[in-house]
């Protein structure tokens, strides 16, 4: 289980990153005052770290679940090849997501991403329910 878990780690990781160097690029190129991110207000900026910032955000909403899944698991010793592969495909599907949305970013394939890693979301923790 820990390496579902750790392959989002990095994905979330990865697009830290990114929003990190958009940032500090656009401020130093002036297409963002650099005031603006103390607190966040002014102009807007450039729709590129908008959609950077705003997958960044997604990645620390439902996923939370999916790590505390995950850390039950472990810590109660109950893996499982069923819980695995719906973890993996959790994972993959939030790959799917954030790929769809720092690219061509289309509403409904990014939700439809978004919903089918939120049932596997939900399928994990009725599995918890029923193992527990």
Do not use: C
């Not at 770290?49 to 679940?65: D, H």
């Not at 999916?66 to 810590?75: D, E, M």
């Amino acid at each position: 289980m820990i390496y579902p878990m750790f392959a989002l780690v990095l994905l979330t990781i990865f697009v830290g990153v990114r929003l990190g160097a958009a940032r500090f690029a656009n401020a130093r190129s002036g297409k963002v005052k650099g005031s603006y991110y103390r607190l966040m207000q002014g102009d807007a900026p450039p729709d590129g770290e908008l959609k950077l910032a705003r997958n960044f955000s997604n990645l620390f909403e439902t996923p939370v679940l999916f790590h505390v899944f995950g850390a039950i698991v472990i810590a109660k010793n109950l893996a499982a090849p069923l819980p695995l592969a719906l973890a993996w495909s959790y994972v993959a599907l939030r790959a799917v997501h954030t790929a769809i949305h720092l690219s061509y970013n289309h509403p409904i394939h990014r939700f439809l991403a978004f919903l089918a890693s939120n049932i596997l979301l939900l399928a994990m923790w009725v599995w918890l329910a029923v193992v527990l």
